[in-house]
């Protein structure tokens, strides 16, 4: 496999996505089984096994066509299933339950950093690293980075993003119920925020002016930590 062929990018931009996918996914579930709801064990979708989690048109059909078409590119999978009523307190557990995937996309990002950084430790610069060395650097790297906007996005408060159900869970119940009449257009308003506007009016760069400072904040403390690790460089 090239280092610089179509088929390496695919593989160390899918295997780093569908893994940040599915844990972000999963955490709800896990989450919500430790405050009170079984809801996702008992349809078995605590389960780490990709194909479960795979929305056809939301995971593959629609970035597919966003991609052809070069719109900014989004998605999602199939959500894991959460009955709020049936957590010990709704309210706040909804807002347990939504902050969980978004913090394990963090938590993940900081580990490819570790990762990253021991990887450097132990790599041998006296030699040229090898194929299977570059592929796992690359699928950290990327690991990094997906996390990274997976986690901030879904805190846009946007239904159907987590950070609305944080949102919910935080405002007045006068509030929150009027918030909560937003979620039937939550994909319209997506679509329309993610991919008509940015059209129309690319100079706004709503989603790069969103999204962008927390990540390369956070990237950068997250580069400092791998470096950290990684020790100084060879002499």
Do not use: C
């Not at 780490?48 to 970035?63: A, E, K």
């Not at 869970?169 to 997506?190: D, H, K, N, Q």
């Amino acid at each position: 496999m090239n280092p610089e062929g179509i088929f390496w990018q695919i593989a160390t931009i899918a295997i780093p996505m569908i893994l940040a996918i599915v844990f972000h996914e999963v955490a709800h579930g896990w989450v919500a089984r430790a405050l009170g709801d079984p809801t996702a064990a008992e349809q078995k979708r605590l389960s780490l096994n990709p194909l479960r989690h795979v929305d056809p048109f939301g995971t593959i059909i629609l970035p597919g066509l966003l991609k052809l078409s070069g719109a900014p590119v989004f998605g999602w999978a199939k959500p894991v299933p959460v009955d709020f009523n049936r957590l010990r307190n709704p309210r706040w557990g909804m807002v347990a339950v939504a902050a969980a995937g978004p913090v394990t996309n963090f938590i993940l990002a900081a580990f490819a950093a570790i990762a990253l950084g021991l990887l450097v430790r132990a790599t041998d610069f006296a030699a040229e690293p090898g194929l299977g060395v570059l592929f796992f650097a690359d699928n950290l790297r990327n690991f990094l980075i997906v996390n990274l906007f997976l986690g901030a996005f879904n805190l846009l408060p946007i239904p159907p993003f987590d950070g609305s159900r944080i949102v919910m869970g935080i405002l007045p119940a006068p509030l929150a119920r009027g918030y909560a009449r937003m979620e039937p257009f939550g994909l319209i308003i997506v679509f329309g925020f993610l991919v008509i506007l940015p059209y129309f009016m690319p100079e706004l760069r709503l989603v790069e002016r969103l999204i962008g400072p927390p990540v390369q904040w956070l990237g950068e403390h997250l580069a400092g930590l791998a470096g950290l690790i990684a020790g100084p460089e060879p002499q």
